[in-house]
């Protein structure tokens, strides 16, 4: 990937997202069950995965990208960074 974002770099990055669900490294951050945003505990299989910075903006499929998340922090996050986020809940 040459920095430009483009249909087919977000496609792979999503699939290398799906790729990283199925590792221990993946199961044992989401079997915590705790939601990385509003820190609410919850049962694992209710939280998703969440880019910290989206695909869209550039992020990566890495593991120092991807959090526990959820439903209702990733759907209020959606595309928004971090610093975004931050001031949004304030």
Known sequence: MNGEIT???IQQEKEKARRLKSTA???EKKGR?????CQQVVKP???TMDHQV???RGGRST???LVPACRDCNQKKKG???MEWDSFLQ
């Open 45 to 47: 299989a209710e939280l």
């Open 80 to 82: 928004l960074l971090l």
């Open 63 to 65: 593991r120092g990208n």
């Open 33 to 37: 069950g705790v939601c990385h945003y």
């Open 7 to 9: 249909e087919e770099s």
């Open 25 to 27: 490294w993946w199961k």
């Open 54 to 56: 989206p695909l869209a």
